[in-house]
């Protein structure tokens, strides 16, 4: 039914359905705040659950002084990432004269970027917005929808057996002559080969429907976070490689170049991978490493000291077309004596993360001061962009005044789902990868633009970090999540953890 459906030309879209995954975890949607050469902005990116499909830009401007808006999306780099199409000018609301929104098609999977450029009181600005995009999904077609067509699809079919005879039977008769038994004849073997060719017509698209089909999942699961194949060597030493999702048959499209290959990785904030290690079920402690590559294409890293126990593994890594790719495992792990942690290496240990999950706003650090989760008043929903701010206090309660950047920012955070089902890494710039990031700023016309990026932001040559630190995030669904901050003060790095229920 479906391929007949197709044959009528009328439906692209396809059927099955598989939960919606992507390059940080669970978490498709892109929260990016920066400037735009003088105008500070938070720009939300609600990438659509099929490519092409419309992805939903709200922008909000933090000065009052922004007057339009335009948005277009193109590749990130390479091919057709310097030749932008004529872009979309955003929608200014009524209401809130900062906040702009617009619509605009994706085409095509893979690092995408959605430049966004400014006019206003103090000139003109312009950004460049990392998206990752993939299907999310296959959608089910609706019911009613299905059935409508089959029965167009068949009186169609019909009809075009009935139509074919009358032409044989009738087609050059005069008025009022009546057809003869030999015309008869004619038009209902007419008729039967009619009827054959419509049906092997049918059966072919039926065919054409079903390659398609399995194309489209086959683009699902090439985006899918990929699986980490884990080893544990020499009692301490942990080894990540990529496996494959289907090791017997070495899928063609897990050995093209557009795959992810370990070997050709791009460094994201000074470390070609961030892995980190959780202990589940109860996200109790984790670890936030920065293992190094070995030949064929895989990395190893030297555990630190570990309590026994079952890990998950998240280990973020950019490809080199700037796309962001989260693999994915699990491992359980006798008792390691390992080194102690060194250089961007962190832990934090502590209680565990129960259900519901108790809101927190104060979490202690080692030296006795402690970071502040400034909370909105209103209870925290799914989908809403927030500014997600921490301060941090020293032991006296005042402002630290000893914050440095850790890794090139002023904090790292991570949220994660009590499930697993989300993870995000996220920065002041937002859920971006900075490594993207810095690829988009780089595609940008003006110099001037790429001297503001957000890497190069907090790399202040005077004094201290504010002692403050900001994200923009928004959760992808209701639950209960774990949110480790983390900050470096004094030389030391220093983890706060929040619990937040999600509505
Ligand atoms: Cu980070």
Not at 102 to 113: D, I, N, R, V, Y
Not at 206 to 224: E, L, P, S, Y
Not at 340 to 359: E, I, Q, R, Y
Not at 437 to 444: F, H, I, T
Request: glycine residues 8%.
């Amino acid at each position: 039914m479906r391929s007949r459906i197709h044959l009528l030309g009328l439906i692209p879209l396809l059927l099955a359905t598989v939960p919606p995954l992507s390059a940080h975890v669970g978490s498709p949607d892109v929260f990016y705040e920066g400037s735009a050469g003088p105008y500070r902005l938070f720009v939300t990116v609600r990438v659509p659950q099929v490519i092409p499909g419309v992805a939903e830009i709200q922008i909000r401007g933090e000065s009052g002084d922004v007057r339009a808006i335009r948005v277009v999306p193109m590749r990130l780099a390479g091919p057709g990432s310097n030749l932008p199409p004529t872009p979309d000018l955003a929608v200014q609301s009524k209401d809130d004269p900062q906040f702009f929104t617009a619509s605009l098609w994706l085409m095509e999977t893979g690092a995408l970027q959605v430049r966004v450029l400014v006019d206003g009181a103090r000139g003109q600005g312009e950004v460049s917005v990392p998206v990752p995009s993939f299907a999310q999904r296959t959608l089910p077609m609706q019911k009613s929808l299905a059935v409508l067509l089959l029965a167009l699809m068949l009186l169609l079919a019909v009809g075009v057996v009935f139509i074919v005879g009358a032409i044989v039977r009738e087609g050059n008769l005069n008025g009022g002559e009546v057809p003869s038994d030999s015309r008869n004849r004619r038009a209902r073997r007419a008729m039967l080969i009619t009827a054959v060719l419509v049906t092997v017509l049918l059966f072919l698209g039926k065919a054409w429907w079903g390659v398609n089909a399995a194309d489209f999942q086959r683009r699902v699961d090439f985006f899918k976070p990929p699986v980490a194949a884990l080893n544990l060597v020499d009692g301490h030493r942990l080894e990540i490689r990529v496996e494959r999702m289907d090791t017997r048959t070495e899928r063609a499209e897990f050995r093209s170049p557009a795959y992810l290959h370990l070997g050709d990785v791009i460094p994201d904030h000074g470390h070609l991978m961030h892995l980190f290690l959780l202990r589940v079920p109860e996200l109790d402690a984790m670890w936030h490493l920065h293992p190094d590559p070995i030949p064929e294409n895989a990395f190893a890293v030297d555990l630190p000291d570990m309590p026994a126990g079952r890990y998950q593994v998240f280990a973020d890594v950019v490809d080199p077309r700037g796309y962001p790719w989260t693999l994915l495992g699990s491992i359980d792990l006798p008792q390691i004596a390992g080194n102690p942690l060194a250089g961007d290496d962190s832990t934090w240990s502590g209680a565990p993360l129960v259900a519901p999950a108790a809101d927190s706003t104060n979490s202690p650090i080692p030296d006795g001061g402690r970071i502040v989760w400034q909370r909105p008043a209103v209870p925290l929903k799914t989908g809403v962009p927030l500014e997600f701010t921490f301060a941090v206090q020293d032991r006296d309660g005042r402002p630290a005044r000893d914050m440095e950047p850790y890794m090139g920012m002023a904090g790292h955070a991570e949220f994660v789902r009590s499930d697993l089902s989300v993870f995000a890494h996220v920065h002041p710039a937002g859920s971006v990868s900075m490594a993207a990031l810095e690829l988009a700023q780089g595609g940008l016309p003006n110099a001037a633009d790429a001297a503001q990026m957000p890497m190069s932001m907090p790399m202040q040559e005077t004094g201290p970090l504010p002692p403050e630190v900001r994200f923009p995030y928004g959760f992808p669904q209701a639950g209960d999540y774990r949110i480790f901050v983390q900050i470096k003060r004094g030389g030391r790095v220093e983890t706060g953890v929040f619990d937040a229920r999600v509505e």
